[in-house]
């Protein structure tokens, strides 16, 4: 099969070629698995962070990508949940113990043996893929590929970011980034909270323009000042500006939520300005989002089609995986991006 693969790690860069295209064997399910003729995958800020080393493979080569849409081909013989021939996503949880605290108290996006798709399991960057059964997801029909792909992380996330706001109808809620999560935390927001004005902070007039056409209350530069306290942001950035940048805009007993799996070090020497008194008094908290569970990405799938949500996605050949990351690094961003991945014949 075709499949995309990280062999070494490195600077996303105009001329550098992360991934190289290779031929490997299909993967063959275990009896607990699920073999997956991939449609589509999205494309997602993780990626960088996973060829630029700041959330590396455990082993490489590695083939990359974490929110995928498929149709079931293959299934092992414990398998019992009916899915062969069925539209299925598989999202960043790939799998979790079952065992341990976390997973029974239903925080298995905790837990110790996690393992995360396209990182610690090979993802969705190829024609085919395998993943246990109960980690894939059944997409709604009103879905189609494309738009679904991103719901399975950038969706699955911000969906979980939105429920740690702990916001009420009524208060304010900011959002600093407007990719591909963004823009969807955005349009769940207008629905759960309909009272709730939404201001956007980022970095394009572009993105900025795209904020308002949906729905957002007010929108300005990621450096702007909002023109009220805000009672819970969440900022989706790889900067570490926005979270001072945040945490100051906060209304007393505001929250922060971090929506990130890392943050760059570019600007990291500015955490030393933190002041208590502008920063942190008053009962001002900040919380990070680690990875997601099962039930995240049901709740977001199935809030997508009640919506219903409109992702706005821009698609690339498997082949032009590359050109996609670049574009991703360089900030030319309207929505998430993902793959069109045709899968030939097993």
Known sequence: MRAMRIHRLGSVSPGSRPLEADRVPIPVPGDSDLLIRVRA????????DEIEGRTPPPKLPMIPGHQVIGTVEDQGAACR??????RV?????????????????GRENLCPDFIACGRDAPGGYAEFMVVPEAFAYPIPDQLGDLE?????CAGAVGYRALSLCRLENGQ?????GFGASGHLVLQMARHLYPDSPVFVFARSEKERDFAMTL??????????????????IIDTTPAWL???SAMEALLPGGHLVINAIQKESGDQNLMATLDYDRHLWREKSLSTVANVTRRDVSECLRLASEIPLQPRVTAYGLEEAN??????KQGHIRGAKALSVTAGNP
Do not use: F, R
């Not at 995958?41 to 960088?48: A, F, P, S």
């Not at 949940?81 to 069925?86: M, V």
């Not at 304010?172 to 600093?176: N, R, S």
């Open 41 to 48: 995958c999205g494309v997602c800020h993780t990626e960088l």
């Open 81 to 86: 949940l009916g899915l062969l021939g069925q």
């Open 89 to 105: 996503g598989v999202a960043w949880i790939h799998s979790a113990c079952g065992k341990c605290s976390w997973c029974l108290s």
């Open 148 to 152: 679904a792909t991103p719901l399975l």
């Open 172 to 176: 304010k809620l900011g959002l600093t």
């Open 215 to 232: 729905g957002a209350s007010w929108a300005g530069d990621t450096i702007d000042k909002p023109v009220t306290g805000l009672d819970a």
């Open 242 to 244: 926005p979270v001072l």
């Open 323 to 328: 050109q996609a990351l670049l574009e991703l």
